[in-house]
């Protein structure tokens, strides 16, 4: 059984209550094995107030954890937490990086398989990170996570992170478009089991009459970057305005979407979703999901919260953990190939067959 680490996030928020409402059903504990980091007093607290039927048992240690049980492990030992909905506490806050750190602690040496976050506040006054900055600066200092929104076939990453948009074209540079375009390649073949993904990406600036991009960014950076990309063995296209994408549905033509800032991919994100969106840490080397939305304050306590998308996060790591033992297993001892099949270029796939993970 795959050992799933859930931590419980921010105390005055909906994490509780998408967890509780999540293992309702029974036949969730035939899929995994869910480990939630936590405080046994503040989920009985939080399992009263949405008069929630499920049950939890209290291991001291992650080796005392058994199948076909929703597991916690006591981070807080005889420690009350204060709890106040719809407050953003420092107290909250910390105790949500303390059930991090021991979820984090517990992964690093193969005790749990993947990890399952519940949301809290984006930043924390104790460290001034988001929980993505977080982990990665706790597991991998050297790598730069992208995270992919996906929902059902639908993925979205980011060239750039939650900048001003004043600031989103400085940061538009070719390494730093090629650096996040390997990311999500690689990720898309491993974590996802695309042998040969499709990636379509949005143009920075809207078209004018002549056809033609209104600023220079399109001609100057991304599509000499693309070109570069694409005679490495990524299949990117591009660049097309969001609206082609996204109101023609021609999103459904490709793998993923590669945005270049914010707005322009969470918008019809969001719009499309359906409540069953995920947020897919990539390029780090654990597996770690969220659910695409925050901790919910104005609904907090009130069994209001839907657990659909929490649902959606614990599929998705343990989809893409199974696909990366199986994408590893399959790419261990390749042989080389001793000859090469007549290709068509109509496409300008100039793909080397021989590459696995794509590196320039």
């Given at each position: 059984?795959?050992?799933?680490?859930?931590?419980?996030?921010?105390?005055?928020?909906?994490?509780?209550?998408?967890?509780?409402?999540?293992?309702e059903?029974?036949e969730?504990?035939?899929?995994?094995?869910?480990?939630?980091?936590?405080?046994?007093?503040?989920?009985?607290?939080?399992?009263?107030?949405?008069?929630?039927?499920?049950?939890?048992?209290?291991?001291?240690?992650?080796?005392?954890?058994?199948?076909?049980?929703?597991?916690?492990?006591?981070?807080?030992?005889?420690?009350?937490?204060?709890?106040?909905?719809?407050?953003?506490?420092?107290e909250a806050?910390?105790?949500?990086?303390?059930?991090?750190?021991?979820?984090?602690?517990?992964?690093?040496?193969?005790?749990?398989?993947?990890?399952?976050?519940?949301?809290?506040?984006?930043?924390?006054?104790?460290?001034?990170?988001?929980q993505?900055?977080?982990?990665?600066?706790?597991?991998?200092e050297?790598?730069?996570?992208?995270?992919?929104?996906?929902?059902?076939?639908?993925?979205?990453?980011?060239?750039?992170?939650?900048?001003?948009?004043?600031?989103?074209?400085?940061?538009?540079?070719?390494?730093?478009?090629?650096?996040?375009?390997?990311?999500?390649?690689?990720?898309?073949?491993?974590?996802?089991?695309?042998?040969?993904?499709?990636?379509?990406?949005?143009?920075?600036?809207?078209?004018?009459?002549?056809?033609?991009?209104?600023?220079?960014?399109?001609?100057?950076?991304?599509?000499?970057?693309?070109?570069?990309?694409?005679?490495?063995?990524?299949?990117?296209?591009?660049?097309?305005?969001?609206?082609?994408?996204?109101?023609?549905?021609?999103?459904?033509?490709?793998?993923?979407?590669?945005?270049?800032?914010?707005d322009?991919?969470?918008?019809?994100?969001?719009?499309?979703?359906?409540?069953?969106?995920?947020?897919?840490?990539?390029?780090?080397?654990?597996?770690?999901?969220?659910?695409?939305?925050?901790?919910?304050?104005?609904?907090?306590?009130?069994?209001?919260?839907?657990?659909?998308?929490?649902?959606?996060?614990?599929y998705?790591?343990?989809?893409?953990?199974?696909?990366?033992?199986?994408?590893?297993?399959?790419?261990?001892?390749?042989?080389?190939k001793?000859?090469?099949?007549?290709?068509?270029?109509?496409?300008?796939?100039?793909?080397?067959?021989?590459?696995?993970?794509?590196?320039?």
């Open positions: 059984m795959i050992r799933i680490g859930i931590t419980h996030g921010d105390i005055n928020g909906v994490g509780y209550e998408i967890i509780l409402k999540a293992f059903a029974e969730m504990l035939d899929i995994c094995t869910p480990v939630i980091y936590g405080s046994p007093k503040a989920a009985a607290y939080h399992r009263k107030a949405i008069n929630s039927p499920t049950n939890f048992v209290v291991r001291e240690s992650i080796n005392d954890v058994a199948d076909k049980c929703l597991n916690m492990i006591n981070c807080f030992g005889e420690e009350e937490l204060k709890i106040e909905y719809g407050i953003v506490t420092q806050e910390q105790a949500a990086l303390t059930a991090l750190d021991r979820a984090l602690e517990d992964l690093s040496v193969g005790k749990i398989d993947v990890l399952v976050c519940a949301p809290f506040s984006f930043t924390t006054s104790a460290e001034g990170y988001t993505t900055e977080y982990i990665q600066k706790k597991v991998a050297d790598k730069r996570p992208l995270t992919i929104m996906m929902a059902g076939t639908l993925r979205i990453a980011f060239v750039t992170d939650n900048l001003p948009i004043s600031k989103v074209s400085a940061a538009i540079t070719k390494d730093n478009f090629i650096e996040r375009m390997i990311t999500l390649q690689n990720t898309l073949k491993r974590d996802f089991y695309l042998d040969n993904p499709r990636i379509a990406v949005l143009a920075l600036n809207p078209k004018d009459k002549e056809n033609e991009f209104t600023g220079t960014e399109e001609r100057e950076i991304i599509k000499p970057a693309m070109e570069e990309l694409f005679n490495h063995g990524v299949r990117c296209f591009g660049p097309y305005p969001a609206d082609y994408i996204f109101g023609d549905e021609n999103y459904k033509r490709f793998d993923a979407i590669m945005a270049m800032y914010h322009q991919g969470i918008t019809p994100f969001r719009t499309l979703e359906q409540g069953e969106g995920v947020n897919y840490v990539a390029g780090l080397p654990i597996i770690v999901t969220t659910p695409s939305h925050g901790a919910s304050y104005e609904i907090a306590g009130k069994g209001e919260a839907s657990e659909v998308s929490f649902r959606h996060a614990i998705a790591a343990i989809d893409a953990l199974r696909n990366r033992r199986r994408y590893d297993s399959s790419h261990a001892h390749t042989l080389k001793q000859f090469f099949e007549k290709r068509d270029d109509s496409d300008k796939l100039k793909l080397d067959q021989d590459t696995e993970d794509v590196t320039l």
